[in-house]
């Protein structure tokens, strides 16, 4: 459920894979989270889907309250590292504002859940975890559980969605899980010699620090199937789904060879959750598998893409990606 209005929209994700994901970074939210005891009750264990009561008439605290419920034994969490979280929140009243052990349509029994991939900031990026939520990740461990409540006002700010029917006033209660960090290496990219174009594909010519270059085979018609090579194989390990891929990317349209996107254009490495229906079907069946170190080209056709999101302005076409495959988390 989204709690916060899409506004704006961020760069980083306008044209690109995880376009549902993002919301826009609307100015800093810097605000602390007060001393003060929470009023709900969470049970579960970190990895549990986590059960939220609220004891009849309690009322939220003006400022955040943060709480760790149970202390991880992994690496400390710092601000700018990249985490993996999963989480559930509803309103003190009861109303449920989503959670990571809900199963999207289409999702496999038994299949990865649809985590949280985000850098830890107090820019407001998610549209699940409101940017005070995101920041106080910071401090706490791998492997713990923390809750954050607040009321709406104070956690959300006026990209409250008005038509959820929350008030200002209402409590909220955030309870998260840090499944992985890992600290964030913005120039990182595949090393190593790149092999030659397979007949039919595009040939990738990357840069230092800059979008890489895409050329599209003269007068080839774009593949109905989705192709994808190795370029540069790498010796890290196998990205398996539900990992936090973290990526340099490049993409461009078969159509006329255009640049619609590039991590180097928005600052660098960026991570997306893999073969969790978070990213385009074209991204999970072909770096689901890969390795860490791998840079890999990928042909899109619609169908594995956008088609039948016209909002997207990439619905009719097939795309392009060069993706350096720089760690996971």
């Excluded at 003006?62 to 929140?89: F, H, N, P, Q």
């Excluded at 299949?111 to 549209?127: K, L, M």
């Excluded at 840069?207 to 774009?222: C, L, M, R, S, Y």
């Excluded at 893409?305 to 760690?327: C, E, M, R, W």
Aim: charged fraction near 25%; proline fraction near 7%; hydrophobic fraction near 35%.
């Amino acid at each position: 459920m989204n709690l916060m209005k899409n506004t704006c929209r961020a760069a980083a994700a306008a044209l690109t894979v995880p376009v549902l994901l993002f919301t826009a970074a609307c100015g800093s939210d810097d605000g602390k989270s007060s001393a003060g005891e929470p009023v709900a009750k969470v049970d579960g264990k970190p990895g549990a889907q986590p059960k939220i009561t609220v004891p009849k008439g309690a009322k939220p605290a003006d400022k955040a309250v943060t709480k760790t419920l149970t202390e991880g034994k992994g690496a400390t969490v710092k601000k700018g590292d990249l985490v993996r979280l999963d989480w559930s929140a509803q309103s003190m009243k009861g109303q449920n504002l989503g959670s990571s052990w809900m199963r999207q349509p289409g999702a496999k029994p038994g299949g990865p859940r649809a985590q949280i991939v985000s850098e830890v900031t107090d820019q407001a990026q998610q549209q699940q975890l409101p940017a005070k939520v995101l920041a106080a990740a910071a401090g706490q461990k791998v492997g713990s559980r923390f809750e954050v409540e607040g009321t709406a006002k104070e956690l959300v700010g006026p990209r409250l969605n008005p038509q959820l029917g929350i008030k200002p006033q209402d409590g909220l209660v955030w309870v998260i899980d840090v499944v992985g960090a890992k600290k964030l290496d913005k120039k990182a990219k595949a090393e190593g010699k790149q092999a030659a174009p397979e007949s039919g594909m595009p040939e990738v010519t990357a840069a230092d620090e800059k979008a890489a270059k895409i050329t599209v085979p003269k007068g080839e018609q774009p593949p109905k199937d989705l192709k994808q090579q190795v370029l540069i194989k790498g010796k890290g390990p196998e990205v398996k789904a539900g990992d936090g891929l973290i990526a340099q990317y490049t993409g461009v349209k078969w159509e006329d060879g255009k640049k619609f996107d590039s991590s180097w254009d928005h600052g660098g490495a960026t991570a997306f959750q893999i073969g969790a229906r978070q990213v385009v079907q074209g991204w999970d069946k072909a770096l689901v598998g890969k390795h860490v170190g791998d840079r890999v080209e990928i042909v899109i056709p619609p169908k594995l893409a956008y088609a039948g999101q016209p909002q997207s302005g990439l619905d009719k076409n097939t795309l392009v990606f060069s993706v350096d495959i720089v760690g996971t988390v």
